[in-house]
């Protein structure tokens, strides 16, 4: 056979094959694309009803680095004021790591610094809050433990308002979870985590997911070399938020939104109960929504247990009524006479 004939036939073979992996569907292409590696811990929570739809290693302790701050903002949210202008102290300048360099003596506001916290990570704005709050990191650091506690984060301990590597200090993936969910439903926490540029001072986020991630909306990224890469990130879409957690993860941006992908894809919020119809005669007060599978939306079952006899006075208490997933309870609520 002739090197002509030889050239033309190879010509035709690599042609056709271009043209087959041309032709694939989109999704053929994404299987054939390899994943990112798991993270040492990592797991993803519906906001609104704490249902956790994915988790690995999800209780392991782990140190977490800078998502540390997402409880140092929580507490500064919840008890000081935001437009209270505040002298930077000594013990906050020249903090290692991360840091928007403040200099003691100067002024900022405590709503600057929790931009420098969230945005740009500075370590120095951690000090400087955490002082401004409680006099002492000590002080602080308890109120921090005090305050995780209450939102069931009962694995998590921390050491100091900022993550840098400290003995003692670490959290789960499962209760950093908890913790942003909690934060997440701050308005003004969700408006600071997820700008993207605060032109006041010309910092920009490091949360690379807000660019790229339809329906990225926060929360905080870390890294020291002992917690390796973390990143906590909340995203919304359809009505549904959900916030996940990569604790040590080499990937951890495309990792995250392989976790998010997955679950919005299989997951979707459903109005299981509506309060405005009634239940066995009964008047309920609440609605309840919550985020099922295509596949678990056939095994809801409601139970109702009646007062027996029934009241007749319109407004009293009559019963209760239980929501089920495959036998498991996931809500309940009194019904009352109509």
């Not at 400290?166 to 934060?183: C, E, Q, V």
């Not at 790229?212 to 909340?234: D, I, Q």
């Not at 990792?255 to 997955?262: G, K, Q, W, Y």
Request: proline letters at 4%.
């Amino acid at each position: 056979m002739s090197k002509h004939i030889l050239r033309t036939l190879f010509c035709g073979f690599l042609a056709l094959l271009a043209a087959i992996c041309i032709g694939l569907p989109p999704k053929t292409r994404r299987e054939r694309t390899s994943a990112a590696p798991a993270s040492g811990a990592e797991c993803v929570l519906e906001v609104s009803s704490r249902r956790f739809l994915h988790e690995k290693n999800a209780r392991d302790c782990l140190p977490m680095a800078s998502t540390t701050k997402i409880m140092t903002a929580i507490l500064i949210l919840d008890d000081c004021d935001l437009s209270e202008e505040i002298e930077i102290p000594k013990e906050a300048e020249g903090i290692e790591g991360s840091s928007v360099y403040l200099k003691a003596g100067e002024r900022y506001t405590v709503e600057d610094l929790l931009y420098g916290l969230m945005l740009r990570s500075g370590n120095d704005c951690a000090v400087a809050l955490a002082l401004h709050h409680s006099g002492s990191i000590g002080e602080f650091t308890r109120r921090m433990n005090e305050k995780a506690a209450s939102l069931g984060a009962e694995d998590t301990f921390f050491v100091n308002p900022h993550g840098l590597p400290a003995k003692g200090h670490h959290t789960t993936a499962r209760d950093l979870a908890l913790i942003a969910a909690y934060a997440m439903e701050n308005p003004t926490f969700e408006k600071i985590v997820s700008t993207k540029y605060y032109v006041r001072h010309n910092w920009k986020n490091k949360n690379k997911m807000l660019w790229n991630f339809e329906g990225a909306c926060g929360v905080k990224t870390g890294f020291t070399v002992h917690a390796g890469r973390c990143l906590v990130t909340s995203a919304e879409r359809d009505g549904m938020m959900l916030v996940s957690v990569v604790l040590n993860s080499p990937q951890m941006y495309e990792r995250t939104a392989e976790l998010l992908e997955n679950a919005f894809r299989v997951y979707r919020m459903e109005t299981v109960f509506d309060c405005s119809k009634p239940v066995e005669g009964l008047m309920a007060r609440r609605s309840f929504c919550y985020p099922l599978s295509e596949e678990e939306r056939g095994k809801i079952a409601v139970r109702v247990q009646k007062r027996e006899p029934l009241p007749a006075r319109k407004g009293d208490f009559a019963g209760t009524m239980q929501i089920l997933l495959e036998n498991s309870l996931i809500f309940s609520q009194n019904l009352y006479i109509m």
